[in-house]
């Protein structure tokens, strides 16, 4: 089970993510139901983790345009488990997206401070 909170009326979750060299660091995500791919990182993050490139990709954002992104491959740390991920090179914020929470039940308690949780489906 993870555990995150409500601000500002994002729910947000932390992941531990493994650079390529093995050190680990801790990020706060924003889960975002309508993004269907696992991860995405800010190009700074990815860079300073020295994650592996694996292509560039034509991303479909919100607003139905399209952007030229880099896709990255990212080690982290889920439920105790070590599980390797696709992650996209973009935006500000990360945030964990619906591939990601595939067979799991996200809870969110939407008000400030509410509780975010993810658990495995029984």
């Known amino acids: 089970m993870r ?3 409500v601000v500002g009326l994002q729910a947000r979750i932390s ?10 660091i801790e990020v706060e995500c924003v889960v975002d139901t309508g993004f269907e ?3 995405t990182l800010p190009p700074t993050v990815v860079a300073d ?12 954002l919100a607003d139905n345009s399209h952007i030229l992104t880099n896709v990255h491959q990212v080690t982290i740390i889920w439920n105790s488990l070590e599980r390797e991920i696709p992650v996209l ?3 500000r914020r990360p945030l964990i997206g619906t591939a990601l929470l595939e067979d799991y ?3 969110i308690d939407f008000c400030e401070g509410g509780t975010v949780l993810i658990d495995e489906i029984l």
Do not use: K, P, T
């Open 105 to 107: 039940h996200l809870s």
């Open 15 to 24: 992941v531990v993510l493994r650079s390529s060299e093995g050190s680990e």
């Open 49 to 60: 983790l020295g994650l592996i490139y694996i292509a560039s990709i034509r991303a479909n």
């Open 89 to 91: 090179a973009m935006g």
């Open 3 to 5: 555990h995150g909170i």
């Open 37 to 39: 791919g696992f991860l």
